[in-house]
């Protein structure tokens, strides 16, 4: 398997595959998908199986320490120079779950944010999945602002 950031052609794949992942009212759409990709294609890490998209990990840098839901709509919010590194999603097609994936492209977004000297990395996160951000250094900061999908978020943020 190979891990690389995006190219223009992959926005497709990356529509498809955040449609699998993620339900209707929390995924962003082909066209905030399309924002992201011309604003950030070096902010998206993907993996591939041969040719197939199988996983991926996307989102913008900021100075803003905070994860705004503003910023998964709002592509010109990307700052390249920033300090954080935000994620706004971990996908892996359901038939790669559970056996390395993401967890292989989160190792490599930690070192890659921390190679471009950013302050760390931010994310949000159901409940149920705390744990396993935990498991790579991410710390629980508590119920997020966010109303993202009119779910509840917990922000979770790694320090460098």
């Known amino acids: 398997m190979e891990i ?61 320490a905070d994860l705004r839901d503003e910023m998964y709509e709002n592509a010109g919010l990307h700052r390249e120079k920033g300090c954080w590194q935000m994620i706004f999603g971990v996908n892996t097609i359901p038939a790669y779950r559970r056996q390395g994936c993401a967890a292989r492209l989160i190792r490599r977004v930690i070192g890659d944010a921390a190679a471009q000297g950013r302050q760390g990395l931010v994310l949000a996160c159901k409940e149920e999945k705390i744990h396993y951000y935990a498991r790579f250094g991410f710390v629980n900061e508590g119920v997020s602002q966010s109303i993202h999908g009119g779910a509840v978020w917990y922000q979770m943020r790694l320090r460098f």
């Open 4 to 64: 690389r950031t995006a190219v223009w052609s992959d926005l497709d794949a990356l529509a498809a595959v955040e449609r699998e992942c993620f339900p209707p009212e929390e995924a962003a759409t082909r066209e905030e998908m399309e924002k992201r990709l011309i604003a950030y294609p070096d902010h998206f890490w993907l993996l591939l199986d041969r040719d197939r998209l199988v996983s991926f990990v996307d989102g913008m840098v900021t100075d803003e």
